[in-house]
Structure formats: structure tokens, C-alpha cells
């Protein structure tokens, strides 16, 4: 017998890299859950829940650059909708792969579970068309065009993709075999010709310029062309908040993150003042933008697209973002700008041993406590504020969820973060709110034999919602109260370290263990109900009490 059409879609993802399978079965789906079972080059990650396993997919495509996750039909496709939607948004390609009623059902128009009993079988691959950049159903007669259609797509745009695979085609021989490979996108000479003389002529004639690291350049996994060009241009750069260490933050031309008026003053102005600007892969989203408070002069800016570029009012299409960093790299010269400040971290922390934790003893110690080459997973809100200011060392990398913002997502995002990376240290710092959302999925470390750092603070609530709305004390913010302590025992994480600190002292012995530990480890960190990070307190200032992203 010749490949199927399962066979034909597993060994092209196996031939781009994918052979982690995020997911959880359903009878619809079962031809494909046994065709990854079956494969000994795959490996199925089954997830708690269809959300958590989008997520997970989320986290692992943001460190092996790609993902996948199989859910089936129905329920199963719609509990992951969310987790794919935050996939698109944030620009990770992430392949959604669903098993669905065979083709004969559906042509009976037979009345069947997990649908809406009205026969009307492609509602839920309509409902996902927004949040995706290519869908198809397989058949044994489409499915070598349409699997290069969608894998083109997906590699291509950094978005996800919808594959549906109805059970009776998965199982089909396929009808047509010819291969169909598809080009990638490619920039028109004559107008990168054009550009790169007119960005190179800016940068020489700028006695202060400014590089501006954006995520984009991280999800089309440019870091080394990026990182020639700063060395080569000795130019100074910064991130925006979504960019994080994405590049390493002990680079000597690192001065620190840009947030608008948010976070750090010196270097707000000295982004704002500068001469030239020019930003790569951007994302201008009103958190990454520190509430719309960045002031560049569109005059002093040139913009890098993925597929073009913007120098002052003039827009150029047609150029990809790595064609113009490689020309760059190749013509470029040493620009001798001075490096005007060095990013300082958080400093001390405050407070004595038996004190109360409070913000400012926690994140410091939070950033002392980072290693090289960690994987970092901070939960949307003040857990990820906190530290956008912390200085990571050589090849640590920092992720949050800063457009799409669904509270839950680091829990199960640095299960799949960790699972890419099992031989990195993988830490995440949460709030009880958003962990409450997926905590169950902890369970998952110690199934996969995965030993994080799991820092969760108990603040009584969900703080990021008291600092954005009028009445911080209304009872709509207000949480059960979990041992979240003991969540790590009643889940089967046995032999992991588990404590609740709730002094400045206790905290300092329980980063010590965890540092030293041979295990997962999970620390329960109380803190006072309103004891929120400095961005969190400028947010409530510019939300709450002046204008802001709300007007």
C-alpha cells in the first residue's frame, strides 16, 4: 500500500522539524492520534485540556520556532480556539490539526455528537478562519498541494494554520503524489537597491541613533543578522516590551527596555532624542507601547517590516525584513556612535529579612536569581511588569503574552517552553489569578520529567484588573483562595520542592533551595493585595486617572 494521507501530512512535518504533538484525543480524530502514536519518530503530549494544549504550543513555537497541536472535532477544535487566536496574534506558526467526521457522515447529513444538530458540518471551520492564515480539508486527491499550501503559509506569515482531516480520507491511499513546492517570498531588487542606500546614507549622517529591537525579529528567527548588524554598525539598541531578550541584554550597546513614558526615564528620552530610530519587526500595541506613550518623530524614523520599509512618510513594498538586514550587514561600517547609558537592573532590594514581601523586595530577587541561558515565562500582567526592567544574563530569554494578554497562558505555555528546551532551566513567574485558569497543567512537568522553577504570587486577586478599573476593591476581582502550596502533592509532582514564603526571609531560603534543588520546584509567594510593580502603578495613572488606551 502507498502512503496515506495521514502518513503524507506526519512525514512532512517531520521533514520541517515538528515531531512534538500537543494535544488530547476524540473519537473523531482517532485515525490521526494513532498515526502519531504509531510513528516512532513522534512523540504525543497529551495536554489537559484542548486551551492548554494551544497554549503549550504557543510556548514551545516561541523557543523551536514552530508548533503543533491536534484536537477533534467541535468541542475539542473550539476549547482550543483561544490558545490559537493568541498563536496569530502574536505571530507564531502553529499548525492545528483536527480530526473530523468522515466524508460519508457528513454527506448523509446524519445528526451526530459535538456537532450543532443542524447538518451543517463546516460551521466550525468557518469560526476559525480569522485566526488563521490558511485552512484546508484533506483528501486523498488534494492533500501533497494542499498540506505545501498551508506549510508555505505558515513558515512564511508566522501564523497559524487550520488542517482538517476527516477520518475515513486520513486512513486513504493518496491519489496524487506529485510533489508541489511552493516559493517563498522573495524582495524585488530594484527596490531594496533603493533602500539600502537611503537607510545606510541616514545612519551615517546621525550623530545619535537608536536600533529598535522588535518581537518580529525573534518569530522570523533573525537574531544573528540582527545581532551582525548592531556589531557591525557598533549601534546602540533597545527592545519594546514584547521583544524582550531577544536579543542578550549583557550586550554592551544594550540600553535597556523602551515602554513610552512607562518605565525608564533615561531611556525614554534617549530613544526620543535621537537623531535617527530605526526599528526592526515592531509590533506598536498599546501594553508594548506603554499605553500609547511613545513619542517618535516619523521624521526620524525609518521602519523594517517583515515585507517592507517605511523611511518617514515613504513606504516601500516588496523588500523582506532578513533581505534588508543582509544587505545591511554586507555594506554597512562602523558608525562610532557612542553607547549613551548602560541599563542598571532593579537594583537592591527593599525591605528587611522579617518584612513582608512587597514589590520591590520581590522582583529584585527575582532578578538575581536568573541564570544564563534561562527560559523565562512571565503571565500577562503585574508577574511580567514586574520584570521587564530586569537585566537577564548572557542568553536568558523572556516571554509574555503582551498583545494578545489571555491570563493562563505561561502556565501551560512554559510546559511546552520547557518541554523544547529540557535541557534549559525553564522558570515561570505567575499570578494565582491567571494560575487558576490552567494550573492543572502543572501535572505535566513531572509526566515529561521536566524539573522548572514555579514562582507563584498570591496577591488576594486579580491585582491587573484592580489597577485598570475604578474601584480596585469591587468583588468581581476577588479569587477563592487555594493552598496553592500543596497544588504540586494533589497533582502527582512527587519529590518536588513546594513552600509558601511570606517574609523577605522566607523568600531568600526557598530561592536558595530551588536554586540548588534536583527537582521541580514551586514557591507560593504572598504579597499585599495592591503591592504592584512600578509599571503597573504608571498604568493605574494613566488608565484610571488620565487619559489613556480607554479614550
Not at 536568558?396 to 497562558?409: E, H, K, M, P, R
Request: glycine residues 8%; negative net charge.
Amino acid at each position: 500500500m502507498g502512503q496515506t494521507v495521514i502518513q503524507h501530512l506526519l512525514e512532512r512535518l517531520k521533514e520541517i522539524g515538528i515531531t512534538d504533538i500537543f494535544g488530547v484525543p476524540g473519537d473523531y480524530a482517532f485515525p490521526v492520534n494513532d498515526a502519531f502514536c504509531t510513528d516512532s519518530d513522534f512523540k504525543w503530549i497529551g495536554c489537559c485540556n484542548e486551551l492548554n494544549a494551544a497554549y503549550a504550543a504557543d510556548g514551545y513555537a516561541r523557543i523551536k520556532g514552530k508548533a503543533a497541536v491536534c484536537t477533534t472535532y467541535g468541542v475539542g477544535e473550539l476549547s482550543a480556539i483561544n490558545g490559537i487566536a493568541g498563536c496569530y496574534a502574536e505571530n507564531l506558526p502553529v499548525f492545528h490539526i483536527v480530526g473530523i467526521p468522515k466524508c460519508t457522515v457528513q454527506r448523509n447529513g446524519n445528526l451526530i455528537h459535538h456537532s450543532l444538530g443542524n447538518g451543517e458540518f463546516d460551521l466550525f471551520h468557518k469560526m476559525t478562519q480569522p485566526v488563521v492564515c490558511a485552512s484546508t480539508i484533506l483528501t486523498a486527491e488534494n492533500t501533497v498541494a494542499e498540506v505545501e499550501r498551508c506549510i508555505n503559509a505558515a513558515l512564511t506569515k508566522k501564523h497559524p494554520v487550520y488542517i482538517a482531516v476527516p477520518a475515513d480520507e486520513a486512513i486513504k491511499e493518496l491519489g496524487c503524489t506529485k510533489p508541489h513546492t511552493l516559493p517563498s517570498p522573495v524582495s524585488n531588487k530594484d527596490t531594496l537597491d533603493t533602500v539600502i542606500p537611503l537607510i545606510i546614507e541616514r545612519l551615517e549622517k546621525a550623530e545619535s541613533a537608536i536600533a529598535m529591537v522588535g518581537a518580529l525579529i525573534g518569530r522570523h528567527e533573525l537574531h544573528n543578522p540582527m545581532l551582525e548588524f548592531i556589531d557591525k554598525s557598533g549601534i546602540p539598541f533597545t527592545s519594546m516590551f514584547m521583544a524582550k531578550g531577544t536579543l542578550s541584554e549583557t550586550h554592551p550597546n544594550f540600553i535597556g527596555v523602551y515602554n513610552g513614558r512607562i518605565l525608564d526615564e533615561e531611556v525614554r528620552q534617549t530613544v526620543e532624542s535621537a537623531d535617527l530610530v530605526v526599528s526592526f519587526g515592531t509590533i506598536l500595541s498599546d501594553i508594548n507601547t506603554g499605553a500609547f506613550t511613545v513619542n517618535l518623530r516619523p521624521n526620524h524614523e525609518i521602519k523594517i517590516h517583515p515585507d517592507r520599509v517605511c523611511i518617514g512618510h515613504a513606504v516601500y513594498h516588496n523588500v523582506q525584513m532578513e533581505d534588508v538586514l543582509s544587505e545591511l550587514c554586507a555594506r554597512i561600517g562602523n558608525l562610532s556612535l557612542p553607547i549613551p547609558m548602560t541599563p542598571q537592573g532593579l537594583g537592591e532590594p527593599v525591605g528587611e529579612a522579617d518584612d513582608e514581601i512587597t514589590a520591590e523586595s520581590l522582583y529584585p530577587r527575582i532578578e538575581r536569581f536568573f541564570a544564563a541561558n534561562d527560559i523565562i515565562m512571565g503571565e500577562t500582567g503585574t508577574p511580567s511588569m514586574g520584570l521587564v526592567n530586569a537585566r537577564l544574563p548572557e542568553d536568558a530569554v523572556f516571554f509574555n503574552q503582551t498583545l494578545w494578554g489571555s491570563i493562563g497562558w505561561a502556565t501551560p505555555a512554559s510546559f511546552g517552553a520547557a518541554l523544547a528546551a529540557p535541557d534549559r532551566r525553564t522558570l515561570l513567574i505567575t499570578g494565582e489569578g491567571a494560575h487558576q485558569m490552567t494550573a492543572h497543567e502543572i501535572c505535566q512537568f513531572a509526566r515529561f520529567k521536566l524539573k522548572p522553577i514555579i514562582l507563584c504570587v498570591n496577591n488576594d486577586g486579580y491585582l491587573i484588573e484592580r489597577l485598570l478599573c475604578e474601584d480596585p476593591y469591587i468583588y468581581y476581582n476577588d479569587l477563592a483562595q487555594w493552598n496553592y502550596s500543596k497544588l504540586p502533592e494533589a497533582l502527582g509532582m512527587d519529590g518536588w520542592f513546594s513552600v509558601k514564603v511570606t517574609t523577605n526571609r522566607e523568600l531568600d531560603k526557598a530561592l536558595q533551595k530551588a536554586a540548588a534543588a534536583d527537582s521541580g520546584c514551586y514557591i507560593e509567594v504572598v504579597t499585599g493585595m495592591m503591592e504592584s510593580p512600578k509599571m503597573g502603578r504608571v498604568l493605574n495613572e494613566i488608565v484610571v486617572k488620565g487619559p489613556g488606551w480607554k479614550t
